[in-house]
């Protein structure tokens, strides 16, 4: 018996509406790595403003700060954070120092390009690539953030301490990362939020090396690999 034509084409079309949501999501989040890839390998050196939320899972505790952050190819780094701990973070590449004035102590090690890779330090940096260090997934089944940003899960492929989820929001006009929050095994969070992100401005490597204040205790350190 043969089936009448209204009939067919409608069976056609469900069979075809079926599918194209899951090509939809794959096709959209590649669209989405590319650009983000392809907009970060056009800056050479960035700032941003930043705020990072810090909680403790065990105290019930967390803490905010405020700070600036600078980035420049490659690998180079800047954290200032603001208020009476006058933290700093900074690398020029080569070397990593980690000043806690507070503590009157620096710590100082070898700037490492795989660890960093694995934690986004390296992409922000211009040595990284999502494709290659992270396997990509949404990270909300409506995609975005309540602020419309794409909504990323991030993997490392490669496991790192105890490093248990990475997820970054994409803004979707410049394809910027505007927030990274991660999880350890513990449940702890920390998330970093960037806001008025300035790119190409021509920064001085100068920006990038730290002189060890006088009297300060100095610790050597050996990031993991």
Known sequence: ??????????????????????LAWAEELENII???QAQYSRINDFSTEFEQYSRLKALGRTKVTR?????KKPGMMRWDYQG????KIISDGYTLWLYFPEDNQVQVGRFSRVWAGRTLTAFLTGMGDLRRDFEPSFAA?????????????????EALG???????????????LVSISFTDRLGNLTQIRFKNIRINQGLKNSLFTFTIPPDVDVIKISPPE
């Open 34 to 36: 590319n650009s983000v």
């Open 162 to 176: 105890q490093l248990d989820k990475l997820v970054v929001a994409v803004d979707r006009q410049r394809y910027l």
């Open 141 to 157: 089944e409506k995609k975005t953030d309540a602020e419309g940003n794409y909504l990323l899960l991030l993997k490392p492929k």
């Open 67 to 71: 700070g600036k952050a600078f980035f």
């Open 84 to 87: 009476d701990a006058g933290q």
């Open 1 to 22: 018996m043969k089936l009448p034509i209204r009939l067919v084409n409608l069976i056609i079309f469900l069979s075809l509406a079926t599918v194209p949501p899951f």
